[in-house]
């Protein structure tokens, strides 16, 4: 008798990298306390590309915060790779930012006075990757821009800077990208060659990715949308 073994495709797995549970956001302001998120649940597995979508205000950039631990829950808890923000020390959601997340934003947020080469390769060196240079340059090259290292932001264009962005974020080779509206600021036809790129390395590196957007064509290229309305996912 035969005994066949079967194994899922490897792009396929039940590993949840991301876990919300009970997520309260509450910042003060100046009328008084604003609830932003009120109670998120969500699980982000391995490999996954989530969409995120819902109107202006919801909640989304809030979330995307909490998840790269630039912004500390009010109450809940984050896991990321079995580890619980939560109850990081900033120093440690720091380390685990540098080595788990890449961030990608609508602004580029590149360092004016350094060239596309350094804002790729100063953090890999920050995080000490030996092989640094030679990484970002690889990096830059593989969004098309083997032939801009040496360029300044300021002489670069805006799809050109927001490709610099990309290889920043996906160079030390993170788990977990997160992206606000990465081509907001583009016109249409070099946002669609960002997010061409974005989503053949995110295909290429087996990178999760959650894509906030307001462009529900974009949102339909990722395999799950979720809806986020008034601080909850709907
Ligand atoms: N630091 C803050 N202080 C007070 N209110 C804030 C702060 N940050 C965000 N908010 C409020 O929280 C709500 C959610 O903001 P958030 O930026 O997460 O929305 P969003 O869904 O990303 O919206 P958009 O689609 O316009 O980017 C908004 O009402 C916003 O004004
Ligand atoms: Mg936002």
Same mark, same amino acid.
């Given at each position: ?17 991301? =876990?919300? *549970? ?14 932003? /998120? ?13 969409? !995120? ?18 912004? *500390?829950?009010? $109450?809940?808890? !984050? ?7 939560? @109850?990081?020390?900033?120093?440690? /959601?720091?380390?685990? *930012? ?16 350094? &060239?596309?080469?350094?804002?790729? $390769? ?6 000490? !990757?030996?092989?640094?240079? =030679? ?32 290889? *920043?974020?996906?160079?030390? @080779? ?23 790129? /974005? ?7 087996? &990178? ?9 064509? /974009? ?7 979720? @809806? ?7």
């Amino acid at each position: 008798m035969d005994i066949i073994v079967t194994s899922p495709p490897a792009s396929v797995t039940t590993e949840t990298l991301v =876990q919300v *549970r009970g997520l309260f956001l509450t910042v003060p302001a100046s009328a008084g306390p604003v609830n932003i /998120l009120r109670g998120m649940d969500l699980d982000i597995a391995a490999g996954e590309a989530v969409g !995120v979508v819902g109107p202006s205000g919801s909640g989304k950039t809030s979330l995307l915060m909490v998840l790269a631990g630039l912004e *500390r829950a009010t $109450s809940g808890t !984050v896991t990321m790779a079995g580890r619980e923000m939560t @109850r990081m020390s900033e120093d440690a /959601l720091a380390k685990l *930012r540098r080595e788990q997340v890449g961030i990608v934003f609508q602004a580029f947020f590149l360092i004016p006075t350094m &060239t596309a080469l350094e804002n790729v $390769s100063v953090p890999l060196e920050l995080a000490g !990757v030996t092989d640094a240079r =030679q990484r970002a340059e690889a990096s830059l090259r593989s969004v098309g821009l083997g032939h801009r290292l040496t360029h300044l932001p300021g002489q670069l264009s805006g799809g050109e800077q927001q490709r610099v962005a990309l290889a *920043r974020a996906f160079a030390p @080779r993170p788990r977990l990208l997160l992206a606000d509206e990465p081509t907001g600021n583009l016109d249409r036809a070099t946002g669609e060659t960002v997010m061409d790129l /974005l989503f053949a390395m995110r295909e290429q590196s087996g &990178t999760t990715l959650m894509l906030i957007t307001h462009d529900p064509a /974009l949102a339909a290229r990722c395999s799950r949308v979720i @809806r986020i309305a008034d601080g909850r996912i709907a």
